[in-house]
């Protein structure tokens, strides 16, 4: 996997949304509903789905695994745990709620079936592993994957890492160069490898 919160958004968030599907070649799950701020019908269900403390701590760990710290903060300085929770909760229909929640546990127990320890507990080559199996699982899976049917789990789990942390403020001024909108129009600015990316306000 390739390493690239919920802090103030200095990006418009449809705009991520549009990204990540192009990052990852489809469509996000609930991606109308990521960028209205609920999911169609309203916030609330039958049986609301909620995270405890410690499925947000896994969620975060997961996040940090898929973008780490490197020179820039990680996934997991920019809350992103708590972002999935929250997207999850808000804007995801029954389905892909129990679809996510069920991925969850299915993840830390395939963790503790090929490590012995729950994914919190895991080493980082022992995440990484694991993750990048999942990732491949995930990907043959959208591969034949018909019209209608549900996401693969942790496909879901990677678009909420990326949307979070492109749209959280470390994402969006750290990770990527942030310029402040109305400013002065530039027609051509000089590239060089390993220049980060322009992020700009809503």
Known sequence: ???????????????????????????????????????????????????????????????????????????????????????????????????????????????????SVGFTKATPAQRTALLTTLDQEQKDFMDRKKEGDASHYFRMMKELTLLGYLTSEIGSTQAQRFAPVPGRYDPCVDYHPGDRAWASPA
């Open 1 to 115: 996997m390739t390493p690239l919160g919920t802090g103030p958004r200095p990006i418009d968030r449809r705009e991520a949304v549009q990204l990540v599907a192009a990052m990852l070649g489809g469509v996000l799950v609930g991606g109308s509903a990521l960028v209205a701020g609920c999911r169609p019908g309203g916030p609330t269900t039958k049986h609301p789905l909620s995270f405890t403390e410690a499925d947000i701590a896994l969620l975060d760990e997961i996040a940090e695994t898929i973008l780490p710290a490197t020179r820039t903060p990680g996934a997991k300085a920019a809350k992103v745990g708590e972002f999935m929770g929250l997207m999850v909760t808000d804007c995801y229909d029954e389905r892909d709620q129990a679809i996510f929640s069920d991925g969850l546990r299915r993840l830390d127990d395939a963790c503790r079936r090929a490590h």
